[in-house]
T-cell receptor, first 115, second 111 residues
């Protein structure tokens, strides 16, 4: 019962390098999300995919791109990493936020440091 | 702009006491409310959700919702040191596909 799996768990990048954070869920959820969490800033939404085939910007999308590869997988790409992107990144999934819903299930996170 | 406000804390309580965590939200269209617990260095995990005005109990946890006052709270009875964590309040609004999170309240339970 894996739930939401994120890879890698830790990563150090040099400024200007690119990388892709991977996320997969096995709960047949429709919606998937990428958040970043910084001290004092809480969880901030980067991008989300309400359903397979759709993606939308969140609160802090600049410097990131996403791909909803299929219903299970939602990746986050940093094209040219900057020190300001040093953060903990969480992927989450949900059945979808209808009138009654059950919230998100989070992955274990990726700790990214950009030097 | 939907906002969810929480006191950052830390809220310090002795073991065995009741911890009361509070959250206010700005959007009257909000219809679902969630409490997540996050241990240091870990990911958030869902504790409870509540949709209707009133109280909802689950073990030592009670969620309370007052939509008229736009207020939701989490009570933890018989607090244990293992309850020491940051508690995140999250809100879902009809027509939106995402949750809005508060910044969290740190709870410290001393033995």
């Amino acid at each position: 019962n894996a739930g939401v799996t994120q890879t890698p768990k830790f990563q150090v990048l040099k400024t200007g390098q690119s990388m892709t954070l991977q996320c997969a869920q096995d709960m047949n959820h429709n919606s998937m999300y990428w958040y970043r969490q910084d001290p004092g800033m809480g969880l901030r939404l980067i991008y989300y995919s309400a359903s397979e085939g759709t993606t939308d910007k969140g609160e802090v999308p600049n410097g990131y791109n996403v791909s909803r590869l299929n219903k299970r997988e939602f990746s986050l790409r940093l094209e040219s990493a900057a020190p300001s992107q040093t953060s903990v990144y969480f992927c989450a999934s949900s059945e979808g936020l209808g009138f009654h819903n059950y919230g998100y299930t989070f992955g274990s996170g990726t700790r990214l440091t950009v030097v | 702009q939907k906002e969810v406000e929480q006191n950052s804390g830390p809220l310090s309580v002795p073991e065995g006491a009741i911890a009361s965590l509070n959250c206010t939200y700005s959007d009257r269209g909000s219809q679902s409310f969630f409490w997540y617990r996050q241990y240091s260095g870990k990911s958030p995990e869902l504790i409870m959700f509540i949709y209707s005005n009133g109280d909802k109990e689950d073990g030592r946890f009670t969620a309370q919702l007052n939509k008229a006052s736009q207020y939701v709270s989490l009570l933890i009875r018989d607090s244990q040191p293992s309850d020491s964590a940051t508690y995140l309040c999250a809100v879902a609004t009809v027509g939106y596909s995402t949750l809005t999170f508060g910044k969290g309240t740190m709870l410290l339970v001393s033995p």
